[in-house]
């Protein structure tokens, strides 16, 4: 029998099948290897076809024995014996990942992280350069499937697959049009899209979560404050601070990069994309976010936003304005203008951030970008008491 | 796709015959959507729906939340196909399937 031992875990691979003629003999081989109790056991059943119960036994003493005992790669008929007999609720017993091919599939679509192929009418695969993606993965995997419960409306998440030796993760194909699209179509169309993306957008803030249920953004944005502290006058960097810390916990829903790329069209049902940023907080993060997207990432060159979203930059400033408009719909220009200052004082603390620690001073451009975020921040200041509103 | 419904007092049973998807959805979700005021007991027979789209999930994801609030719901006769689907969307959790 082949195993693996290091890092105090154990890796036993059973092959073939396991019933009363040769139960005794695997868990006399088992046992032979020897080990401590503390000792992680992993039981991969890639090669396994069969247990019977005098197998489930073995398996049920190794992990009395050794508590930290788990099964991997179990076949789907290895699983539902696992399964029918409880065995599932007792460990931790995972399945192993349906291989599939993408050999003459098309390809439609190219990420910074891997490739979109078309698998058949109804799905497509993305499939992960990246062969150590599988956590990376399974986490969007889990906030898609939890937003499309929440009934945002999104593409059906369906099941991770091996690619060879990379993973991927299926997904419903959607025969739908980006907003971005569209508005590049028909740049009349920028106040009807507007209205739209504020409805789904108000659908997503009107769901709650429970606490930890996402990842806390308020939390992330301390962190960028508290960066943000070593580039700036430090009286700024302290209000900075304090504002952030003192901006309410809310159980609400954020999608985390709302715009017109991640917004689709099909058959007239507006549908969203991308649900790897989900988070949980004040609204006003949201706002900072669209802010950054169609406005901030301009400030000094007006053609970023052309190459990001294909617009251009007095469109994108429009899109914003109106967003703020349909989603503030009955309050007063005062209200909108203040709740647009505390975005982009939360964004530009984020961007001095980003351009000095995540892109780096000496990137073309990078220089004049993070003086005019941190100018922005220090002229702009003492125009706000509070980052967040009511 | 065409749908069959039977409204028999308070119970109102919705058969879906073929696939479920954007074209076929929102007809559906106007179908049950009219009708399902004072019903207490909503079924969806997918006996002979061989599959769901996204935009298929959302309506009965509608109707359950509608019937939270009024009675309750249940989906019978899904096939192998569409049982995965709502096993892996979380759906299962979330649905009465009989």
Redesign the interface.
């Known amino acids: 029998m082949k195993h693996t031992f290091e890092n105090n875990t154990l890796t036993v691979y059973l092959a073939g099948r396991i019933d009363s003629s040769n139960a005794a003999d695997v868990e006399k081989e088992i046992l032979d290897i020897g080990f401590a109790p503390d000792v992680k056991v992993i039981v991969d059943m890639q090669d396994l076809e069969y247990i019977s119960s005098a197998g489930l036994r073995v398996i049920l003493r190794l992990k009395k024995s050794n508590a930290d005992t788990e099964i991997i790669n179990a076949c789907s008929d290895v699983y539902e014996i696992f399964d029918m007999t409880g065995f599932t609720e007792l460990m931790s017993i995972s399945k192993a990942y349906r291989e599939i091919s993408v050999e003459g599939c098309e390809i439609i679509g190219e990420g910074a992280n891997g490739l979109v192929y078309r698998i058949d009418a109804d799905t497509i695969i993305k499939v992960y350069k990246n062969p150590d993606s599988l956590d990376e993965i399974h986490n969007e995997r889990e906030l898609a499937r939890k937003a499309f419960v929440m009934g945002i409306p999104t593409a059906i998440p369906y099941d991770v697959v091996k690619v060879g030796n990379l993973y991927g993760s299926v997904f419903e194909l959607l025969n739908a049009e980006g907003f971005a699209k569209l508005l590049i179509e028909d740049p009349s169309r920028s106040d009807e899209l507007a209205k739209e993306s504020v409805e789904i957008l108000k659908a997503i803030h009107s769901t709650h979560l429970k606490p930890g249920e996402l990842p806390d953004k308020k939390k992330t944005a301390i962190r960028w404050a508290e960066h943000t502290k070593a580039y700036v006058d430090p009286a700024v960097g302290d209000k900075i601070l304090e504002m952030m810390k003192a901006i309410p916990d809310t159980d609400t829903m954020l999608h985390g990069d709302y715009h017109i790329k991640n917004i689709m069209k099909q058959n007239g049902e507006n549908l969203l994309i991308d649900m790897d940023t989900l988070a949980m907080g004040h609204p006003i993060f949201e706002f900072a976010g669209i802010f950054m997207a169609y406005v901030a990432f301009s400030s000094v060159d007006r053609d970023n936003v052309k190459g990001f979203l294909g617009i251009d930059y007095e469109c994108a400033v429009q899109f914003w304005k109106s967003t703020l408009k349909y989603y503030f719909e009955g309050k007063d220009q005062a209200f909108i203008d203040d709740v647009e200052k505390k975005a982009a004082m939360i964004c530009f603390t984020r961007l001095v951030r980003r351009t000095a620690e995540k892109v780096g001073l000496d990137k073309p451009g990078a220089r004049a970008f993070f003086e005019y975020c941190k100018n922005y921040l220090e002229t702009n200041i003492d125009t706000v008491d509070s980052l967040y509103f009511e | 796709m065409d749908i069959t419904k039977e409204i028999n007092g308070s119970k109102m049973t919705v058969k879906i015959n073929g696939r479920l998807d ?2 076929s959805a ?1 007809e559906l979700e106007s179908e049950v959507m009219e009708n399902i005021e004072g019903i207490e007991e909503l079924v969806f027979d997918l006996s002979q729906m061989p ?1 769901t ?3 298929g ?2 309506v009965f ?2 109707a359950q ?1 509608q019937m939270n609030k009024q009675g309750s719901m249940s989906v019978i006769g899904a096939c192998e196909d569409v049982l995965e ?1 709502f096993e ?4 299962s ?2 649905i009465n399937i009989a």
């Open positions: 954007t074209n929102p599959y789209s996204s935009a999930l959302r994801l509608k939340k689907v892996i969307t979380g759906f959790d979330i």
